[in-house]
């Protein structure tokens, strides 16, 4: 039994133009400070970070602290979750069985939103708090094709 399946294409594609495996990924993932199940712990091995390569290295990063989001530099508004971030190894008393996750917005928009005749009756207003609806798109334009 395998943990990963790195780079495996499914062969996808067509007949004519299949997408070929990836062979790259095993060499050029960054595993570094993973949760590992099995030791219930965050694993911080250095020698899982692609450093020594000529392309796309990586350094060893200087701490162990994950920033809350590689993406945002604060807490967004219309985050209603608790904690923010919601998963990750530093996150404790979620509600997923290692306890290091919690429901984020969207999974807890859905669960207390109601259906009818399985259908999500969704509004942005009652699930998120700051929500306005988005500004109409302008400077369209239709180009033939």
């Known amino acids: ?4 399946t790195l780079g495996y294409s499914g062969n996808e594609g067509t007949n004519l133009s299949p997408i070929p495996n990836d062979t790259l990924v095993k060499a050029t993932m960054m595993r570094w400070g993973n949760y590992d199940t099995v030791r ?3 694993q911080w091995n250095a020698s899982e970070v692609p450093s ?4 796309f290295s990586n350094a060893v990063p200087g701490t162990q602290a994950p920033p809350n989001s590689l993406y945002l530099s604060a807490k967004p508004s219309w985050w ?5 971030p ?3 190894p530093d996150v404790s008393g979620g509600q997923d069985p290692t306890g290091h ?3 984020i ?6 669960d207390s939103t109601s259906k009818t005749g399985g259908i999500l009756n969704f509004n942005a207003v009652n699930c ?3 929500t306005a609806a988005p500004s109409a798109p302008t400077k369209l334009r239709i180009v033939a094709g």
């Open 80 to 84: 209603v979750a608790t904690p923010w």
């Open 105 to 110: 917005p969207a999974r807890a928009c859905y």
């Open 128 to 130: 998120y708090r700051d």
């Open 101 to 103: 996750a919690y429901k």
């Open 40 to 42: 219930a712990a965050a």
């Open 52 to 55: 020594s390569l000529s392309q």
């Open 1 to 4: 039994m395998s943990i990963y």
């Open 86 to 88: 919601a998963i990750g």
